[in-house]
């Protein structure tokens, strides 16, 4: 697909540079929690992306190989249990979260703020109009829809959206409440939505709204209403520009660290016991968390206890988790529901299948 002529003024912010993309885990390539299909009920399997649903239906995502290219991943998304009438306020959507200090060179809140373009490669047995969402909370909050349409049933389409700072003829976000804080918090929530209820579908497409109940275009398709339907995504893009460029493809392990940031598995850890049925466990994180995180465990977490002859432990299932993190680099918690062990004894765990999570996620 040919792409117009990039305008000079667009060069310095798009073209020539990496790290353009503010989306992270644009292309799929990275599951952590899961890759086989999973209940829509958080962060379950492609990460950084969240999969959300309040209707009386269901469905879920997973990873698949089915790619506009032939090579690579998308998240696919399935409806597994029909609504064909949404109440008001029900919904279906995938979104991911931009740290907000990541979107200062946007200058939002200026005269200067700058455009935007989304791009993404979409497929589903579903024709009809959909939309997209950007919402922007800090100062005051403003929702920008813009509609498209799935115009082929199963067939991989490509899409791209311009995101004006003054689109719909406002001054939302070159005025002062535009601005987005410097800090860690959200500072876009980008939404795909498959599914609105008719108290939020009220959005105007290609317009900014200060109106919170703005989440999606009016004529949103629901996705919801047959079992039959899917939908696949992928090569998702948000860029400072007015063009659309090449999709940017960035190594496995600079999507993996980039991901970890928010969500990491740690595999095996050391440390000591507490006393006879509690260890306590420390260590490293691979990269610096967004946040100080919370700490899970699903599962069964194998004990080996450090000998100087280097014998075997003991196994435990069901371990409970108590966090008690010093920051977001290192990582201090316990787990409890052995037995037998002595106080100060080193211990070491390998978790297998079932590691310590760390979450802090937006």
């Known amino acids: 697909m040919a792409l117009s002529k990039i305008r000079n003024d667009s060069l310095e912010d798009t073209a020539v540079h990496g790290n353009r993309n503010l989306i992270i885990n644009g292309a799929m390539q990275i599951f952590q929690r899961a890759t086989a299909a999973t209940a829509a009920t958080g962060y379950t399997t492609a990460d950084r992306w969240h999969i959300s649903e309040t209707s009386d239906g269901a469905y879920t995502s997973e990873r698949s190989t089915d790619n506009p290219f032939g090579t690579g991943y998308s998240i696919k998304l399935q409806c597994t249990t029909a609504d064909t009438s949404l109440a008001a306020t029900q919904f279906a959507r995938v979104y991911q979260r931009i740290e907000a200090q990541n979107l200062q060179h946007l200058l939002y809140g200026t005269s200067s703020a700058k455009t935007l373009t989304l791009s993404f490669w979409v497929k589903s047995s579903k024709t009809g109009i959909y939309s997209i969402l950007l919402r ?59 599914a609105q209820g008719s108290s939020y579908a009220i959005g105007t497409s290609n317009t900014w709204s200060s109106n919170a109940a703005t989440f999606a275009s009016t004529n949103q398709v629901n996705w919801m209403d047959s079992t039959a339907n899917n939908l696949y995504l992928t090569k998702v893009q948000l860029e400072v520009g007015e063009q659309a460029t090449p999709f940017e493809h960035r190594s496995f392990g600079d999507e993996l660290a980039a991901c970890q940031r928010y969500y990491t598995e ?97």
Not at 162 to 183: L, M, Q, R, V
Not at 266 to 288: H, R, W
């Open 266 to 362: 740690i595999q095996k850890a050391s440390g000591q016991a507490v006393n006879a049925s509690v260890i306590q466990l420390c260590g490293v994180f691979p990269t610096e968390m967004r946040t100080t995180p919370s700490a899970s465990l699903n599962g069964a977490l194998t004990i080996w206890q450090l000998t100087v002859a280097g014998s075997k432990g003991q196994s435990s299932s069901n371990i409970g988790v108590n966090s008690n993190i010093n920051s977001a680099s290192v990582f201090n918690a316990e787990c409890a529901n052995f037995s037998s062990l002595t106080q100060h004894q080193g211990v070491a765990v390998a978790g297998g299948d079932q590691p310590l999570n760390f979450d802090a996620e937006l």
């Open 136 to 194: 922007k909370e800090d100062n005051t909050a403003y929702h920008f829809i813009h509609s498209y349409t799935i115009s082929s049933a199963d067939t991989w389409e490509k899409k791209i959206i311009t995101i004006t700072p003054t689109a719909g003829s406002t001054s939302f976000i070159t005025a002062s409440a535009g601005a987005i804080a410097n800090d860690n918090a959200m500072g876009f929530e980008l939404a795909f939505n498959l």
